[in-house]
């Protein structure tokens, strides 16, 4: 590659038509100062896209790291209905075991309340048969003592 030292360190032989000399060395000067400014501004950049590929990599390891929470959370949500449907589903089972019980021992009880209704129906059925037949047989008695 060409450099602008290059440029300046060059020397031409002279001829009789040639070129005039000081046009020449002002116009190789201009390409000189020209190429200097060329090359200063290739390095500045250059080091602004080397300064931009840093920036890139940082934000690319952030997309990365705000990607991966991101599945993290969406997952961790996931998880967490899951869990929620799981633990509503247990309780309503276990509500609808309860609401069974519940009636299944009403329903006894309401059954043993019937047979102690229909037990103590039998038993005054069965003390005033015997209580008509104490009261006729005293009547009987006293009937005959009074006879």
């Not at 896209?49 to 949500?77: F, G, P, V, W």
């Not at 006894?108 to 102690?116: G, M, P, Q």
Request: glycine share 2%.
């Amino acid at each position: 590659m060409l450099t602008p030292l290059d440029i300046q360190n060059k020397h031409f032989a002279k001829s009789l038509r040639g070129y005039n000399e000081t046009e020449v060395e002002e116009y190789l000067a201009m390409i000189v100062r020209s190429m200097e400014e060329l090359i200063q501004v290739n390095i500045e950049t250059t080091a602004t896209i080397r300064d931009y590929e840093k920036q890139l990599t940082h934000y690319k390891a952030m997309e990365r790291t705000i990607n991966d929470a991101m599945i993290l959370a969406q997952k961790t949500s996931e998880d967490m209905i899951k869990n929620a449907n799981d633990r509503a589903a247990y309780i309503i089972e276990r509500a609808d075991d309860q609401a069974k019980k519940l009636i299944g021992d009403a329903n006894h009880e309401v059954l043993n309340v019937i047979k102690r209704h229909e037990d103590a129906k039998h038993a005054l059925q069965t003390f005033q048969m015997k209580f008509k037949v104490l009261v006729e047989n005293q009547m009987r008695s006293f009937e005959e003592h009074l006879d």
